[in-house]
């Protein structure tokens, strides 16, 4: 229940905001349908977030919003419950700009990768997660800092490479995520782990090209997400 009035889609629409979602939260990654071991299925958690409120005091309102348009879809985010309180009891902590912008880049990544799929084999799985791995090493090579000392020329360089890191190597750390989460049945143990080490790394890696203080030290991307899927499980 959104504390600003729960979102209305039609079906079609909602569909379309669960593919966009990649199962996953938009603000943490962690999936939207976990497992229980005990029922032996999955159990949907995702909760719809206006990003303006649809109430005219609600988190980030704004009346100059026809409020036929505050359900629409280009306004709703998928959460996962804790997100979704965070954001809307702290929403200086999340403006509207910053959650359209996660909104925009998670779309791109999404369709890059074309929805986060289910595989038949290992073999398959790994194809996508090397296109990601990919991507991200050619970011880095062309818009990084130098692989040696970790500086950027210039402060040009440096906004360049933050804009290129939440653009970019962000949505695609959190795609691998929701490979590895979405194909569980494929997954390793130990897959599952690098995975959640994955996460944590990117949620730091957004922080801090985002200005914002880290809870700790920033947790170092896992060398074996390179490996994901690699072999036999």
């Known amino acids: ?35 229980d071991p005990k029922r032996k299925k999955s159990i949907p958690i995702a909760e719809r977030a206006h990003i303006i409120a649809y109430s005219a005091d609600g988190p ?26 965070k954001v809307d009891k702290y929403p200086e902590g999340y403006p509207t700009g910053d959650l359209i912008a996660a909104k925009k880049r998670r779309q791109l990544a999404v369709s890059q990768i074309g929805g986060t799929p289910e595989f038949p084999t290992r073999t398959d799985a790994r194809k996508a997660v090397k296109r990601l791995l990919l991507r991200n090493k050619l970011a880095f090579q062309q818009k990084g800092p130098d692989p040696e000392s970790g500086l950027t020329a210039s402060q040009e360089h440096a906004a360049a490479w933050s804009e290129c890191v939440l653009s970019e190597i962000v949505p695609n750390n959190r795609l691998l995520v929701a490979l590895v989460e979405v194909n569980e049945d494929l997954a390793s143990e130990e897959e599952m782990e690098t995975a959640e080490l994955l996460r944590q790394h990117s949620n730091a890696l957004e922080r801090k090209h985002k200005g914002e203080p880290l809870l700790g030290p920033a947790p170092r991307f896992p060398q074996q997400a390179e490996r994901l899927f690699e072999g036999e499980k």
């Open 60 to 85: 980030r309102a704004n009346t100059e919003i026809p409020q036929s348009l505050r359900d629409d879809p280009s306004n709703i985010i998928l959460l996962c419950p804790n997100c979704h309180t």
């Open 1 to 35: 229940m959104c504390t600003s009035g729960r979102p209305t889609l039609g079906h079609d629409a909602d569909r379309a905001l669960f593919a966009e979602s990649a199962g996953t939260c938009l603000l943490c990654n962690t999936t939207l349908f976990p497992s």
